[in-house]
């Protein structure tokens, strides 16, 4: 199968697959800039510790300061599951938002896009600690990133908190956990509720194959546990499924049976088992539910094709009401839509986003 059609149907895979996918930025676009951010004695919620918590980031633009020192440009990005800060730079996210003329054009907009705990090239199990690793969660990534944004890049507030899938949910936990520290919040593809029913089923199924692989040897193993591997890609490949795009790139029985061995292939050598359970695991203790504390607008969206947000549930208009200004935008399938994975297509919600900054615009 050609590399078009693994392209067209990545981003409606969840980020744990599209991470490697993402495509090279426009010779025209803004030029990004890496770093690292060491946090000295880091302690985990689980109570465990790292002697040096290293936060790879990434950075579009500069910081403007008001008179007062404070910074007045800042917007925080962050990726999803298995994915990475550079995973949202591609053609259909940053080519849309940071180029110039866009909605977070970086000539104006200082951009950053943190690699998570676990994730891209930040501290994760199979650095050499493996399954030794601290039991990191949500709490802890959120923590790093915010010690990041503060500590590590000296801003003090943020023009806009913005996040996919993960990243949507560290988007409420942002905006509960310090709510004067932005001017606005864009969660996008997620809900503020624990991890439960049919989402917390797929998870638990991913870690499960794994750790029940003889190869596993409590995750000290010598080569990969392969079939663990196959049966947590198998079950991410169905809860990133986009059923409109892939019938589309995938029209008969064998251009969807060579997809599948091709990817299967090429995660197999990309993928650490260790990162895929630590990431998938990560969600287990999510609650972000206390949406009074939020103070900045929201503007919340989800897309009506998302397996892992089904829109039936309802979740999402129940709870929105209990944020003091915010709304909850539910995008219909169309050719536009590309199931979970909607949330990296900025131009099918980029007039919300516009929306967004308007209206909490100093």
Known sequence: MSRWIARSIAAALLALASGGLALAQPASDPKPVEGDFIIHDFHFKSGETLPALRIHYTTFGH??????????????????????????????FSGVLFSPGGLLDAGRYYIILPDDIG????????DGLRAHFPHYDYADMVEAEHRLVTEGLHVDHLRLVMGTSMGCMHTFLWGETWPDAMDALMPLACLDVPIAGRNRLWRKMVVDAITSDPAWHGGDYTSQPREG?????????????????????????????????????????????????????????????????????????????????PPELGIAEREVKR???ARFVLIPISDQTHGHGTHTYAAVWKDYLAELLKESGR
């Open 63 to 92: 910081p403007v300061r008001d008179a007062a020192g404070h910074v007045t440009n800042a917007v925080i990005a962050m990726h999803g599951t298995g994915g990475s800060g550079t995973s949202l730079i591609r053609p259909i």
């Open 119 to 126: 994730h891209g090239k930040s501290s994760k199990p199979s």
């Open 229 to 309: 591997m196959r049966t947590a890609s198998d079950l991410i490949t169905i809860a990133g499924s986009a059923p409109a795009q892939m019938q589309k790139a995938l029209p008969t029985r064998e251009a969807a049976e060579k997809y599948l061995d091709q990817r299967l292939q090429a995660e197999f050598t990309t993928e650490d088992a260790n990162d895929v359970l630590y990431s998938t695991d990560s969600s287990r203790d999510y609650d972000a539910s206390h949406l009074e504390l939020i103070k900045a607008p929201v503007m919340w969206v989800n897309s009506a094709d998302d397996f892992i947000n």
């Open 323 to 325: 944020i003091a200004h």
